[in-house]
């Protein structure tokens, strides 16, 4: 135990630095390329023992039942990002997908773009509130959300009054939506891809969302360094929101039957998928394209114990066991990681 | 005199930024009085005080992050009012603060300009260009560090250094340093004080904060001293000498703090066989005899709590193992530890020493419920007739036993987590910052109790970060260095000089 005079001539940058930063690439990879060998495995093993599974139009649907919820994912995670949640997502939904359908049956030959920016518009308001109620009123968004969940509900259980739209009552081109494709790939799937990619720059590289990161890895050094942090994470919110309309507005034009009900309990298949896709409850950690895959593999999870004809309980537990598998393998991977780090630089200090 | 003051003296019409007798309450605590401080261009300033003494405060209240109740802030001359953090980074002023405020799952590049990213087409961050500027400020300040590391597992040192960068990541004219230097080697810290005079050259104002004197005396132009909460004093250090300086701080002589009485040393209470946790402390040991104080001292993140969480069973060692008066303690189990006779006064008072919701009476009893209930039940008239008399004994301020205990003063509320330890008759009594943020008053009483309990035989382990108090009660002085121990003083090798030496690793022989 004896100690240098004088600590630390520190040791040539090229070796130690490069391993960190190989690590930290390694661990940013492997969660996003987990999820891909994951799902490349469920479609083979599906496939072997059902080989109608890969067949074109089982696939195609497979891939339009993962674009709504891969939408809502990403709008989750810049929530979570922020070391908040949004429990309302679903009943937003839900209000947006029956006012969507409810216009078009009422005036059917009004342009989509603004059936779509209304639907947009009316998420992104109960974000706002979401996000002001977390903001300015200072409380916990897991009690807001689960609040405004129910609220958003009930608007959408009076609005309705027990009717429900149907499709006969939409103008073609819009139901077109939900089911053409171009060039053999769904429209809706498309437009998944887009809003994907964007948010998921934006996450990446802009200022506003490296902010949101910042926000939830250390709320107060936020705050000391500067950053906005009320407005940033109500904008999250209001963006979360925004999507949650989006997504609704494509929940009609795919399914064309909408009642009340539309989006119930999405909110935690949302925020599972989220997880799954390495997204931290805990705020800090996760990107837009991991929560999009998580979504794209619970969905295929669910559409592949369907087809293998498991019963219904057996595919909620199995979906449960992969959330807590997902969540182990990061707490695993994170102290593993944390641990190298530490050893790391505490040999480069002593 | 006036002829003879330097620029950074002359006229208040030149100050960067200036606090015009600024308070600043909370709640009734009255935290900074008489807030009277300026920064002129090209000055270095010295803000000196004890813990508790308001620095941290005054600091709050120049970055934006607290806003003061009264008084006046001008900038440039013209009145000014920060809302926020970010308000006073728009007037040009940095902060470096005490605690870390980095995050930890962002890159280091990240950490450092953070909101004022470069952007290039679309606004669009420009990775390549933030990696070659912070790998410049980090070549500047002399480290090797790769900008696009992640912060998570820094070492103290260099989470400090990531501070510093941060600070230094914009044109400051104003550069405030909460004690840059604590966790600082050597030649981190003669790299730090080069670009502060660059700073000081470039027309910057700089406040600097630490504990060392002689940084002080080597770097700094003028002083301001605070006292309980209030500025007192505004001098160029050229008039000061350091006995000054400590006298202005401490407000009455040393020596009168710490009324410490030898006790009769007996047999060692407390073994610490080569405990190790990995990352964290490595293969420590040392003995703790009856009747003996040992201060463990050291920087902030040096290791000390956690060595004392380990050997209370909080956490579990990797290696190495504890023995109490000979028996050797299951590890990871504080109730193993509770029996075999161990007290344990834990950092943070408000987290882990107290329920503050629960009543005094139950806080101060709840180690000794088992003895105190009949049935599984507890008898409510035992358990206050036991409050009282310690309350007594600790010369408690209180209203009614039944107050949460919440109500109490910090000195009051560490009196109860006090109690509480003390009604188990411990062997040993590890004390983790035993007296800070309480007032002087409850402080000397606080070391009379702990001179009285070595008295009757407790062998007390105590950990400190204020220097005057290791050294005015310690028998023996550990000291520890970025998880290790660096070195062992006897009550007379023990002085300033000594321990900050071993604390901050500059040690040549070490001690086991």
């Known amino acids: 135990m004896s100690v240098a005079a004088d600590p630390a001539p520190t040791p040539p940058p090229g070796a130690e630095g490069a391993r960190a930063r190989r690590l930290a690439e390694w661990v940013f990879r492997v969660r996003e390329l987990g999820i891909v060998a994951a799902f490349a495995l469920l479609v083979a093993v599906t496939a072997i023992l059902e080989p109608r599974f890969i067949e074109t139009d089982s696939l195609r649907n497979l891939a339009l039942n993962a674009s709504i919820f891969a939408i809502l994912a990403a709008g989750q995670t810049l929530v979570l990002v922020t070391r908040n949640v949004d429990l309302s997502v679903g009943s937003v939904l839900g209000l947006s997908a029956y006012f969507a359908g409810d216009l078009l049956s009422k005036n059917g030959d009004l342009p989509l773009p603004v059936v779509f920016l209304l639907g947009i518009a009316l998420g992104a308001a109960c974000g706002l509130l979401n996000g002001i109620l977390v903001t300015w009123g200072q409380v916990p968004a897991l009690v807001v959300t689960l609040g405004t969940l129910y609220v958003f509900r009930g608007l959408a259980f009076l609005w309705t009054d027990g009717t429900q739209v149907n499709a006969e009552t939409l103008p073609d081109s819009f139901l077109n939506l939900g089911t053409d494709s171009i060039a053999g790939v769904p429209i809706l799937v498309i437009m998944a891809l887009v809003v994907v990619a964007v948010v998921g720059q934006w996450l990446r590289d802009f200022r506003a969302g490296r902010e949101l990161y910042a926000i939830g890895s250390n709320p107060e050094g936020a705050r000391l360094a500067g950053v906005r942090s009320e407005r940033r994470v109500l904008t999250a919110f209001v963006l979360a929101g925004g999507l949650a309309g989006l997504g609704g507005v494509l929940f009609t034009a795919r399914f064309g039957t909408v009642d009340a009900t539309a989006g119930v309990g999405y909110e935690l298949t949302v925020i599972a998928a989220a997880v799954v896709g390495g997204v931290a409850i805990f705020g800090g950690t996760g990107s837009v394209y991991g929560a999009a895959l998580g979504a794209l593999l619970l969905g295929t999870i669910t559409s592949s114990l369907i087809v293998l004809r498991v019963e219904a309980f057996w595919q909620m537990a199995a979906i449960g066991v992969l959330l807590l598998l997902a969540i182990a393998f990061d707490r695993l991977v994170g102290l593993r990681v944390e641990a190298a780090l530490r050893r790391r630089s505490a040999r480069r200090a002593g | ?512």
């Open chain 2, 1 to 512: 005199m006036i002829d003879q003051k330097p620029s950074y003296l002359r006229g208040a019409a030149d100050a960067i930024v200036e606090l015009r007798d600024a308070t600043k309450d909370y709640g009734a605590v009255r935290a900074l009085r008489d807030g009277n401080l300026t920064l002129r261009p090209g000055e270095v300033r010295a803000l000196m005080g004890e813990n508790g003494a308001g620095k941290s405060t005054l600091v709050r209240v120049l970055a934006g992050v607290v806003r003061r109740d009264g008084g006046t802030m001008l900038v440039d001359g013209a009145p000014a009012d920060f809302h926020s953090p970010h308000d006073a980074r728009d007037a040009g002023i940095a902060v470096i603060y005490q605690e870390p405020t980095l995050f930890p799952d962002l890159s280091i590049a990240e950490n450092v300009v953070m909101g004022f990213h470069p952007v290039g087409g679309f606004k669009r961050i420009d990775r390549r260009a933030m990696h070659a500027q912070v790998q410049g400020l980090l070549d500047r300040l002399g480290v090797r560090l790769e900008s696009d590391r992640p912060v998570r597992g820094l070492s103290i040192a260099d989470q400090q250094i990531v501070e510093i960068a941060k600070a230094l990541s914009f044109d400051a004219r104003v550069l405030i340093m909460d004690e840059p230097t604590a966790a600082l080697s050597g030649p981190e810290v003669e790299r730090l004080f080069a670009v502060v005079r660059t700073l000081r050259e470039q027309d910057a104002a700089v406040l600097f904060i630490s504990h060392r004197l002689q940084e002080v005396f080597d770097l700094c132009d003028t002083v301001t001293v605070m006292r309980d909460g209030a500025v007192v004093h505004d001098a160029r250090i050229a008039d000061m000498t350091p006995d000054d300086m400590v006298r202005r701080m401490v407000g009455r002589e040393l020596s009168a703090l710490f009324p410490k009485q030898d006790a009769a040393v007996g047999d060692p209470v407390l073994t610490v066989h080569r405990l190790t946790r990995e990352g964290v402390f490595f293969d420590i040991g040392f003995a703790v005899r009856a009747g003996e104080i040992v201060a463990l001292a050291g920087l902030v993140g040096a290791g000390r709590s956690e060595v004392a969480r380990a050997i209370f069973g909080i956490e579990k060692p990797d290696a190495g193992h504890v023995e109490v008066a000979g028996r050797r303690l299951a590890p990871g189990r504080p109730l193993a530890a509770m029996r075999a006779g161990i007290g344990f006064v834990p950092e943070d008072r408000r987290q882990q020493g107290l329920v503050m919701d629960l009543s005094i009476a139950r806080n101060a009893t709840i180690t000794r419920m088992g003895a105190l209930s009949r049935l599984g039940l507890i008898a409510s008239a035992s358990e206050n007739r036991l409050a009282k008399e310690w309350a007594a004994r600790l010369q408690l301020k209180y209203h009614r036993l039944d107050d949460p205990a919440g109500f109490l003063s910090g000195g009051n509320q560490q009196k109860v987590v006090l109690a509480k330890w003390l009604a188990t008759e411990p062997k040993l009594l590890i004390l983790d910052e035993p007296t800070r943020g309480i007032d002087v008053g409850t402080k000397s009483e606080v070391h009379r109790l702990m001179c009285e309990l070595a008295g009757r035989g407790v062998a007390v382990l105590m950990i400190s970060s204020e220097l005057p108090e290791v050294l005015g009660m310690a028998d023996r002085v550990l000291v520890m260095h970025e998880g290790r121990l660096t070195a062992e003083l006897s009550r007379s090798e023990a002085n300033e000089e000594t321990v900050i030496r071993a604390a901050t690793g500059q040690v040549t022989e070490a001690a086991a």
